[in-house]
């Protein structure tokens, strides 16, 4: 065998990405050697597409790669072709109750479609049809299995929504589609405890070849809900499991995608964008750490070049905990010290620390 033909080394700390199927998302690769994508829903009424776009655009300038919207309505199922049309990314339909809202998504124009079959009316009846006009328009599907919406049977036989039952769903539906000859599919298999999402998706993962979606569903607030995709994320994404994610926290769609996107760049999997390296803080503080952080990360937003910026509370470590940072300030007695890869340029007034290192970044990429 050819050195060539060696698949390539993981990354430090990861283990090989599993090998999955590639399924096409409109204009985006899910599964094989594609990137892991970014996505999010939106919470305005689909009915309302002046709004419902512009909370697209915002996730997609976020860093989003895939949107998905809700079809709970035969009204909503009208909306979808405006949004198809003019959304800069791939749409998603969710669909749950009415399985004629799946063809209609399909009809629209919606890149893929996601199934819950826990709350589908007689959905096993559909599903040749279903099959058929998916493959006919290159649509594939996601089954989405949810534990708060688990079918009842598996409940009864496995007392609460397991892992177990969590695959067992998602593969009897998935086994459905391979009786119609459709393959075309995405799997995700969500709970709100991250150690049963862990254990439903390394099961999946042993057991087909499908790419899978990673969420923690009902995540909670921005904090808590960040903390436990990026616990589950972390975790499966480090053994190579894991095709797209989406951070379900209790909160803007955008917020959820950067929440996403940190926690791909924390892995190595995203190109890295702006990062700020910030001190905890100590007694030795002579500045609002904390503050000073936000307003530098807010200046910064946007900036268009990768850049890692530290933000440190006083002279003793900082230029050296920082040594890597492209930029970086230390601060005391009402001054910032402002460095560049270790290396101390000048010290100006406190009030001028934010100004400064932004004149110092543009300067970096003229």
């Keep these: ?20 199927r590639q399924i096409h998302v409109g204009t985006v690769p899910v599964g094989g050697d594609a990137p892991v994508s970014v996505q999010t829903m939106t919470t305005t009424p689909t009915t309302d597409t002046d709004a419902t776009l512009r909370q697209i655009a915002e996730a997609t300038a976020a860093g989003c790669d895939i949107i998905r919207v809700a079809v709970p309505s035969q009204d909503d199922a009208d909306a ?14 969710d669909v749950h109750f009415q399985p004629r809202y799946v063809f209609q998504a399909i009809d629209a124009g919606c890149a893929a479609v996601r199934v819950n079959p826990g709350n589908i009316r007689r959905f096993d009846d559909k599903v040749k049809e279903i099959a058929g006009a998916a493959r006919a328009a290159n649509v594939p599907i996601r089954i989405g299995v949810n534990a ?14 397991t892992a177990q039952a969590l695959v067992e769903s998602a593969l009897w539906e998935c086994s459905l589609f391979e009786e119609h000859g459709f393959t075309d ?3 995700a298999v969500k709970h709100h405890d991250p150690r049963t999402v862990v254990d439903a998706y390394r099961l999946l993962a042993a057991r087909c070849d499908y790419p899978l979606h990673l969420g923690v569903t009902e995540a909670g607030t921005p904090l808590q809900g960040s903390i436990k995709s990026a616990v589950a994320f972390g975790i499966l994404l480090s053994e190579g499991i894991g ?7 209790s909160g803007p769609p955008a917020e959820q995608v950067k929440a996403g996107c940190h926690i791909l760049q924390s892995l190595g999997l995203r190109p890295r964008k702006l990062e700020i390296v910030s001190c905890p803080g100590c007694g030795r503080l002579q500045v609002d750490i904390h503050r000073l952080a936000t307003r530098v990360e807010a200046a910064f937003d946007g900036f268009p070049h990768p850049l890692r910026i530290a933000v440190m509370g006083c002279v003793v470590n900082g230029p050296g905990e920082s040594r890597d940072a492209d930029l970086g300030v230390s601060c005391g007695n009402g001054k910032g010290q402002i460095f560049r890869k270790g290396e101390v340029l000048r010290t100006v007034p406190e009030s001028r620390i934010v100004e400064t290192l932004l004149d110092e970044a543009l300067a970096m990429f003229e």
Excluded: E, Y
């Excluded at 065998?1 to 999955?20: T, Y």
């Excluded at 708060?148 to 929504?161: E, I, N, Q, T």
């Excluded at 095709?243 to 926290?249: K, M, P």
């Design 1 to 20: 065998m050819a050195v060539s033909d060696l698949p390539a080394p993981a990354p430090p700390g990861r283990a090989p990405r599993r090998r999955s």
């Design 80 to 93: 979808l072709p405006v949004l198809t049309a003019k959304s800069p990314i791939p749409v998603v339909a």
């Design 148 to 161: 708060g919406s688990l079918d009842p049977r598996l409940m009864a036989k496995h007392g609460a929504a």
């Design 185 to 187: 599919l995405k799997i």
């Design 243 to 249: 095709d797209t994610i989406r951070v379900s926290l």
